[in-house]
Nanobody, 126 residues
């Protein structure tokens, strides 16, 4: 059974940085699509970035382009999201998601990802 556990959220001032981590368990397939989403109160989940493991191909949505960096550590079974120049409008719950046994081609919506962590809160103050 796949389990994803996020950490690294917290409170930061505008302009600051945070790095989120997502440790995954139970994934035994070589090729997988891992992603970071976020959710604002009362809204649906917004995809930020995807990475195909183990080859490391990445792509970003506009909200993340240039400020966020997704990466993967094969040895630690961990996905990271490095966030820089944070803004108050980045305040949200951030989730790690996985679609195992396939790459990220065509996987754009939250419904394309069967496995989810519980999320970690990020709060950015002005």
């Amino acid at each position: 059974q796949v389990q994803l556990v996020e950490s690294g959220g917290g409170s930061v001032q505008a302009g600051g940085s945070l790095t989120l981590s997502c440790v995954y368990y139970g994934i035994t397939t070589r090729t997988n699509c891992m992603a970071w989403f976020r959710q604002f109160p009362g809204k649906g989940r917004e995809r930020l970035a995807r990475i195909t493991t183990p080859d490391g191909r990445t792509d970003y949505r506009a909200a993340a382009e240039g400020r966020f960096l997704i990466s993967h550590d094969n040895a630690k079974n961990t996905i990271y999201l490095r966030m820089a120049r944070l803004k108050p409008e980045d305040t949200a719950v951030y989730y790690c998601a996985a679609h195992v046994a396939e790459d990220c081609f065509g996987k754009t919506l939250d419904t394309d990802f069967p496995s989810w962590g519980r999320g970690t809160q990020v709060t950015v103050s002005a």
